[in-house]
C-alpha cells in the first residue's frame, strides 16, 4: 500500500494513501491535510496515515457537526433504544447546555479540552436556569459527562470518529449521598394521619411503604395485576408522563422491575375495599366512567398523574408538619426497613427491583451497622466460644 506527499502551500501538505480498487473497479484513495510541519514532520505523518489505513484504523469521516450527529443519534438509537423518560431528560440537558456550548465544533475536532472547558462553565456560580445560586452540583456535571461519553462512543461504534474523546478525561467526582426515608415514627404518622384523606391516597402511601414500588410503578398497577386469593402484586406496567406526548404506559425499566411481591391480609384488605369503592364510583358515573382499570385513579376513572401524586404528598406532609420528602422517599425508606430488621439482601434486591446489590450497599449503609455488629458477635462467637483467653500479667 502506496502513499505520497504533496506540499499545498507553506508548511501545508496533503498526504495521500492508495487503497486498491473498489468493486467498481475504480482506484480507492485516502486524502488528508496537515498544517503548520515541515517536511520531515508530514513524511512521518504520511507513514502514520499509511499505517492506519492498512490495518483498518483510519475513518474517513464526513465534516459533520456534533449537533448534526446528536440529531441522527436520538433518531437511530436513542428514541428507539431507551424510555421516553431517558429520552426526555437527555433533551433537556442536550438543548439546554451541550448544544450551545458544543453544537457547532466539528465530529472530526472535538478535543478533549472542548469538554474540559464545557465542564468549567457549569461549575461556575450563576450557571443554574432555576434562578438560585450557585453552579451545577458535581452530580449534574457528570450526567452531561456520561451523556456526552454515551453520544460518542456510538460515533466511534458507527464508525464516525477514530475515538471517545470522553474517555480521556476523569469523570467528575460525585459523593453517593445517603438516601432521604422516614424513620418508624414517621412512617406511623404517615399511616395515622392518612386514614383522614381521600380513601386511594391511603392506599398509595401505604402500598408505597410495605411494597416499596416506584411511582411509575404503583400508577401503572391493574386490578388484574392484583391476585386476591395468592395474595400477590405483579409489577408489569409503569405510567409515566412525557411532554408532548401526555401519559404514557410501558414496561418496567429492566428485567428485574417485573417482579412478583407478597402482600400481607392487611394490604389485601385494604385493596378489596378500593376495589369496592371503585365499582361503587363506575355504578354512579354511568357513561362518564373512564374505564382504565387502574388501581389509582382520576375523579372518573382515568390513571391518575404522576404530578398529581407529589403535589398531594407534599401538601400531606406540610399539613400534618411530618418531615417534607419527595414521594420517592417512601421507596428508600421501605429498604432501609428491610435492611434494619435483618431481612437478607437478596431478598431486598429482589423486592426492590434491583439487578444487584452495589447500589443498595452504597446507598443505604445507614441501615446496615445494627446487622454489622450483628455479624461481629457471631463471628466472636464461633471463634471465642468455651476459650479463655489468657492475657499477659502486669
Do not use: C
Request: cysteine-free; charged content about 25%; overall charge positive.
Amino acid at each position: 500500500m502506496a502513499g505520497s506527499l504533496e506540499q499545498r502551500g507553506k508548511d501545508s501538505w496533503r498526504l495521500m494513501v492508495y487503497g486498491g480498487r473498489g468493486p467498481d473497479g475504480k482506484e480507492i484513495r485516502y486524502r488528508k491535510t496537515v498544517k503548520g510541519i515541515n517536511k520531515r514532520e508530514a513524511e512521518k505523518e504520511l507513514a502514520k496515515f499509511v499505517a492506519e489505513v492498512y490495518t483498518g484504523n483510519y475513518i474517513d469521516s464526513p465534516k459533520i457537526t456534533l449537533a448534526e450527529f446528536i440529531s441522527q443519534w436520538m433518531k437511530i438509537y436513542a428514541e428507539k433504544e431507551l424510555s421516553p423518560t431517558t429520552v426526555q431528560g437527555y433533551e433537556g440537558m442536550l438543548t439546554l447546555r451541550i448544544l450551545p456550548a458544543l453544537g457547532h465544533v466539528e465530529l472530526d475536532k472535538l478535543k478533549p479540552i472542548h469538554l474540559l472547558k464545557f465542564y468549567d462553565n457549569l461549575k461556575e456560580d450563576g450557571i443554574r436556569l432555576d434562578g438560585k445560586p450557585g453552579a451545577l452540583s458535581q452530580q449534574s456535571i457528570l450526567h452531561h459527562h456520561r451523556l456526552i461519553s454515551s453520544i460518542l462512543g456510538h460515533a466511534v461504534k458507527w464508525q464516525i470518529i477514530p475515538i471517545n474523546v470522553a474517555k480521556s478525561i476523569e469523570p467528575p467526582k460525585v459523593e453517593e449521598k445517603e438516601m432521604e426515608f422516614y424513620n418508624e415514627e414517621e412512617v406511623a404518622l404517615i399511616l395515622h394521619y392518612g386514614q383522614e384523606e381521600e380513601f386511594q391516597y391511603f392506599v398509595l402511601v401505604t402500598l408505597a411503604i410495605t411494597t416499596g414500588l416506584r411511582r411509575g410503578e404503583l400508577l401503572g398497577l391493574e386490578w388484574d395485576h392484583i391476585n386476591f386469593d395468592a395474595k400477590t402484586l405483579k409489577v408489569k406496567k409503569t405510567s409515566q408522563y412525557i411532554n408532548r406526548k401526555g401519559l404514557i404506559t410501558k414496561g418496567p425499566k429492566s428485567k428485574s422491575s417485573k417482579r412478583t411481591l407478597s402482600l400481607t391480609d392487611e394490604e389485601i384488605a385494604l385493596l378489596s375495599t378500593l376495589k369496592k369503592l371503585h365499582e361503587e364510583k363506575k355504578e354512579t358515573l354511568g357513561s362518564k366512567w373512564l374505564n382504565s382499570n387502574r388501581l389509582f385513579i382520576t375523579w372518573n376513572g382515568g390513571p391518575m398523574h404522576p404530578n398529581t401524586v407529589n403535589n398531594w404528598f407534599k401538601k400531606f406532609t406540610i399539613k400534618h408538619n411530618i418531615p417534607v420528602k419527595n414521594f420517592h422517599s417512601l421507596r428508600h425508606t421501605n429498604i432501609t426497613l428491610l435492611l434494619s430488621q435483618n431481612v437478607d439482601l437478596m431478598t431486598v434486591i429482589m423486592r426492590a427491583g434491583h439487578s444487584d446489590g452495589s447500589m443498595i450497599l452504597r446507598r443505604y449503609g445507614h441501615a446496615i451497622p445494627a446487622k454489622e455488629r450483628e455479624a461481629s458477635d457471631k463471628i466472636g462467637s464461633i471463634v471465642f466460644k468455651n476459650k479463655k483467653i489468657k492475657h499477659p500479667s502486669n
